[in-house]
């Protein structure tokens, strides 16, 4: 038996999900492998199907879905996927500035939160279309960066 399914979603360029049954991982897949267009913000409704297809499991089994940062993605560019479109192959948009300081506003003045709870019912609802409805969590962008770096290390400590 599954003790724990954890979806986990990168929202941010390059979207994609990841599942880990019991703590391990066992399938993902970034969208842009699946729609064909390289550093996709689109929601990874693909990848979810794709990687609960990899896991031989189903929605219904998720236990925990984690976003992998309380800001970025903004809940503009999740409502507006191409908002951060740019003309050329470059991941980063002109709209990145302007991004970047509204992120900061938002985390000084404390409407953090705010954006947290948009992201979230956004999220939530995305996540209901595939029959997913687990407790959805945020873990800091760079502490997931440095998890993924901790777990997949060949040493002990």
Do not use: C
């Not at 189903?58 to 809940?75: C, F, G, Q």
């Not at 709209?95 to 947290?116: H, I, M």
Request: cysteine-free.
């Amino acid at each position: 038996m599954k003790n724990s399914v954890v979806l986990v979603l990168n929202l941010s360029y390059d979207s994609g999900a990841a599942l880990f049954i019991d703590g391990d991982l066992t399938a993902a897949v970034g969208e842009e492998r699946l729609s064909r267009r390289k550093f996709t913000r689109a929601f990874p409704a693909n990848s979810i199907r794709e990687v609960l297809k990899i896991a031989s499991t189903t929605a219904k089994d998720i236990t925990a879905v984690i976003l992998a940062s309380r800001m970025t993605p903004n809940w503009i560019s999740l409502k507006i996927p191409d908002f951060h479109a740019g003309q050329s192959s470059n991941m980063f948009s002109p709209l990145l500035y302007w991004v970047v300081r509204q992120q900061y506003f938002f985390r000084k003045s404390g409407l953090v939160r705010l954006e947290a709870f948009l992201v979230k019912n956004f999220v939530r609802k995305r996540l209901l279309e595939f029959s997913i409805d687990a407790p959805i969590k945020f873990i800091d962008h760079h502490i997931s960066h440095a998890y993924s770096a901790y777990s997949s290390a060949p040493f002990d400590n």
